[in-house]
């Protein structure tokens, strides 16, 4: 429709013929520009997340990092919702967290939880003395909403002097490390829940050190590469 609209205004403007732009006064829907990856700054997170002097609100937000989940998603979970199982992997024993959400278009999807978040996880369900099955609970001791996760958030970032974030953004933050940490692009659209990379790909800011070091590793190729 603004192609078609285009060109009346071009033929209206060149003809001399007078007629009138039919789709002048038509609504449109406004087009909406892809906005730029918004992760976190490491220096806020790190200002963030250890000042959380609340257990409950510091294994909330870190898992936020450590799944990429949405807020939707992080509000269904409950108390067995991450399993927790011990691997063995070339000799070397870790521990390993996985669990199941219910994503966008009613497609359910796997999520993953490193070591170091399974002990805050651990903590944090050793205090639950209640029978509640959700995870996070509010200070009514009712499932936290949506709009609660949110205004928690806000609330700590007033009371530690960060800047105001969002818990989306917190979704971009895990899209960015993970592909700065070398995660192939096809993974982290599995783990983002993504229908096309188009939009994973809208969700991470590639570092300059990535930059670098892919630069140099494939003019490093490029100049071993024999001569014919």
Same mark, same amino acid.
């Given at each position: 429709?603004?192609?078609?609209?285009?060109?009346?205004?071009?033929?209206?403007?060149?003809?001399? =013929? $007078?007629?009138?732009?039919?789709?002048?006064?038509?609504?449109?829907?406004?087009?909406?520009?892809?906005?730029?990856?918004?992760?976190?700054?490491?220096?806020?997170?790190?200002?963030?997340?250890?000042?959380?002097?609340?257990?409950?609100?510091? #294994?909330?937000?870190?898992?936020?990092?450590?799944?990429?989940?949405?807020?939707?998603?992080?509000?269904?979970?409950?108390?067995?919702?991450?399993?927790? =199982?011990?691997?063995?992997?070339?000799?070397?024993?870790? *521990?390993?967290?996985?669990?199941?959400?219910?994503?966008?278009?009613?497609?359910?999807?796997?999520f993953f939880v490193d070591e170091e978040t399974l002990v805050l996880y651990s903590?944090?369900?050793?205090?639950?003395?209640?029978?509640?099955?959700?995870?996070?609970?509010?200070?009514?001791?009712?499932?936290?909403?949506?709009?609660?996760?949110?205004?928690?958030?806000? #609330?700590?970032? $007033?009371?530690?002097? =960060?800047?105001?974030?969002?818990?989306?953004?917190?979704?971009?933050?895990?899209?960015?490390?993970? *592909?700065?940490?070398?995660?192939?692009?096809?993974?982290?659209?599995?783990?983002?829940?993504?229908?096309?990379?188009?939009?994973?790909?809208?969700?991470?800011?590639?570092?300059?050190k990535k930059l670098a070091r892919g630069y140099f590793s494939a003019m490093e190729y490029q100049t071993s590469?024999?001569?014919?």
């Amino acid at each position: 429709m603004i192609s078609i609209s285009s060109n009346f205004e071009y033929f209206r403007a060149t003809s001399k =013929a $007078k007629f009138r732009n039919p789709l002048r006064d038509l609504p449109r829907n406004k087009w909406k520009k892809n906005k730029d990856p918004k992760p976190v700054d490491d220096l806020v997170l790190d200002l963030l997340i250890p000042g959380m002097t609340n257990l409950r609100d510091r #294994t909330l937000f870190t898992l936020f990092l450590a799944t990429g989940l949405r807020i939707s998603e992080m509000w269904q979970l409950d108390r067995n919702s991450i399993i927790i =199982a011990e691997v063995i992997e070339n000799g070397q024993k870790h *521990i390993e967290g996985s669990g199941k959400v219910l994503g966008k278009g009613r497609k359910i999807r796997t999520f993953f939880v490193d070591e170091e978040t399974l002990v805050l996880y651990s903590e944090y369900l050793a205090t639950r003395t209640d029978d509640n099955p959700a995870l996070f609970l509010s200070e009514r001791k009712q499932r936290m909403s949506v709009r609660a996760i949110q205004y928690t958030l806000q #609330t700590w970032c $007033k009371r530690l002097a =960060a800047p105001h974030i969002n818990v989306h953004r917190l979704r971009h933050t895990f899209a960015t490390r993970l *592909i700065n940490g070398d995660i192939s692009a096809m993974v982290l659209r599995e783990l983002m829940g993504h229908e096309s990379f188009t939009t994973t790909l809208r969700y991470v800011k590639i570092s300059e050190k990535k930059l670098a070091r892919g630069y140099f590793s494939a003019m490093e190729y490029q100049t071993s590469r024999p001569v014919r």
